[in-house]
């Protein structure tokens, strides 16, 4: 192909996700790749727990493969929140402020998260402001979207 060169370079899986999830998806090429310069790779191994309910909320987590299983604490026992595949992400209010977490995420099997903690969330938005509007902007249509669910009497918590 003499016009080969033209073609764009194969996204990496994390990049990948980043575009496709709804709280990165109004981002520029150049955008994904500067958030994807401030993410952290975590795995965690089936059934090990990635944070538990009450404890401090840090960063968002964006599964890059595998599934997560949100659990909550009920009166004699647990219940089973959300199941998570890749391209979903949860842990959104820990962006805002650090507030105690509102459930257990749970790895259901191996999964690879991209973690995005709230300081460097913060610093993009001093050295990006655009950026971090747009993140801003997605995040609070999120949460939005699931107050006006809550609201309608249809709870269907996929975050946290």
């Known amino acids: 192909m003499i ?4 073609k764009s370079p194969a996204l990496s899986p994390r990049l990948t996700r980043l575009r496709e999830s709804a709280l990165f998806s109004s981002l520029t090429p150049l955008e994904l790749k500067i958030v994807d310069g401030l993410m952290h790779e975590r ?3 089936t059934g090990e727990i990635i944070f538990d309910e ?14 997560v299983q949100i659990n909550r604490a009920v009166p ?3 219940e089973v929140v959300a199941e998570l595949p890749a391209g979903s992400f949860f842990g959104d209010l820990a962006l805002l ?4 977490r509102s459930a257990q995420a749970r790895a259901l099997d191996n999964c690879q998260l991209a973690v995005f903690f709230r300081a460097d969330f913060m610093g993009l938005m001093e050295t990006d402001a655009v950026i971090g509007y747009k993140i801003s902007l997605a995040l609070a249509r999120h949460i939005g979207a699931r107050l006006r669910e809550w609201m309608c009497g249809s709870p269907q918590i996929e975050t946290l």
């Not at 016009?3 to 033209?6: K, S, V």
């Not at 404890?55 to 595998?66: K, M, P, T, W």
């Not at 402020?97 to 105690?100: A, F, T």
Request: hydrophobic share 35%; no cysteine; charged share 20%.
């Open 43 to 45: 795995r965690f191994l």
């Open 54 to 67: 009450g404890e401090e909320g840090q960063a968002l987590y964006l599964v890059i493969s595998g599934k």
């Open 97 to 100: 402020d650090n507030s105690p």
């Open 76 to 78: 004699g026992g647990t």
């Open 3 to 6: 016009f080969g060169f033209l």
